[in-house]
């Protein structure tokens, strides 16, 4: 059935550097593919997307890119601060009724 | 604008009580989908409202309903609550449909649930 994987489960940086999270996806109708930062106490939080007529988006430090062929799709996040630091979610949708979501990545933002 | 509200916020049950979550979604966002987020299983869909009407729904037992009203505003209800009820249920709103376009989906803050 469709299925998103995403790794690692649990990433640890330093201050500053980058961080690169990766989902694949199985659904090759897929177009869609949000990513999602959930803190604790909250409910996940869109913080960037990319349809797929578009291979890569930036916002500020945060950058999406995405390969069809290879059903692969990542977040990179640049000068992590520890505000970085919380679960993120990626997600992938084909227009179908659902969201298919990752199991999730803890970042934590080491000071 | 204000965000999607969930109320409450947190709720204690016991087994076989019924429960009862309300959520309130962006202003002019007509569609709400409900999720259960649990650390074994993640994110998984419930079902989703459009115009009062019922769009999808998820694998889970009948125990799991909901309902949307003419402001948009949805109820979801769990009855005959068992253990593994206990979760955090969230709901999302977006402008559309997922069905119909790729509307993204904006998430409450959601409701704790215990079942003990």
């Known amino acids: 059935g469709e299925n998103v994987e995403q790794h690692p489960s649990t990433l640890s940086v330093q201050e500053g550097d980058s961080a690169v999270i990766k989902c694949t996806y199985s659904d090759s109708a897929s177009n869609y593919f949000p990513w999602y930062k959930q803190e604790l106490g909250k409910g996940p939080q869109l913080i960037i997307d990319?349809?797929?007529?578009?291979g890569e988006k930036k916002d500020q430090r945060i950058a999406v890119t995405l390969n069809k062929t290879a059903k692969h799709f990542s977040l990179h996040i640049t000068e992590t601060q520890p505000e970085d630091s919380a679960v993120y979610f990626c997600?992938?949708?084909?227009?179908?009724?659902?969201?298919?979501f990752g199991t999730g990545t803890r970042l934590k933002v080491l000071a | 604008k204000a965000g999607v509200t969930q109320t409450p916020r947190y709720l204690i049950k016991t087994r076989g009580q019924q429960v009862t979550l309300s959520c309130s979604p962006i202003s002019g966002h007509r569609s709400v989908s409900w999720y259960q987020q649990t650390p074994g299983q993640g994110l998984q869909f419930l079902f989703e409202?459009?115009?009062?009407?019922?769009?999808n729904k998820g694998n889970f037992p009948g125990r799991f309903s909901g309902r949307q009203f003419s402001n948009s505003r949805s109820e979801m209800n769990v009855s005959t609550l068992e253990l593994g009820d206990s979760a955090l249920y969230l709901c999302?709103?977006?402008?559309?449909?997922?069905?119909?376009?790729?509307?993204?989906?904006?998430f409450g803050n959601g409701t704790r649930l215990t079942v003990t």
């Open positions: 990319i349809r797929s007529n578009v």
């Open positions: 999302a709103s977006s402008l559309t449909p997922t069905s119909s376009y790729n509307s993204p989906l904006h």
């Open positions: 409202y459009f115009s009062e009407t019922q769009r």
């Open positions: 997600a992938a949708s084909s227009g179908t009724y659902k969201y298919i």
